[in-house]
């Protein structure tokens, strides 16, 4: 009897501590974006091509679990904004690849390049030494939760 009251307790408390991790790294996430730049849906799109190279829109959309009814629309977007280009596909003749055009990569260049000065200014300023290293103990922890999925 024991046993299930502390594994109920036990459950509750994973839980919260699940919760406010998603809730934690959602709110970091937001407050790292750029407010300037592309939406954070185009942005995950550049990522897997900048990472990837040219990809089609089927396995974009997959990477991104959507449909690629969705993926065409954010495709587009990115392509009227000259951060993404199409390619034939080098086996396929009726298919198409997406590609970063230099637009892109500079894009994310410099995207990449205010959040990383952001987040050390404040790491640097904010945190102790002792809190840096707590810091990277529990973003390892936090990889080990998120490679799960992958």
Known sequence: MNVDRNSVAELASVAELAFDLR????????????????????????GHLQRQGAMSTND???AERVRPQSMSLTV??????????RKP?????????????????KTLENIFAV???????????QLTEKEREDLHQGLTLIKKIINTRE
């Open 23 to 46: 809730e934690t790294l959602g709110r970091g996430a937001r407050l790292i974006r750029v407010e300037s730049g592309p939406p954070l849906s185009q942005l995950t799109v550049l």
């Open 60 to 62: 974009l959309a997959a």
């Open 115 to 125: 959040r990383e000065d952001w987040l050390t200014s404040v790491i640097l300023e």
């Open 89 to 105: 596909h080098p086996t396929d003749r009726r298919a198409v690849l997406i590609q970063l055009t230099r637009k892109g990569i």
């Open 76 to 85: 587009q977007a990115l392509e009227k904004a000259g951060l993404v280009g």
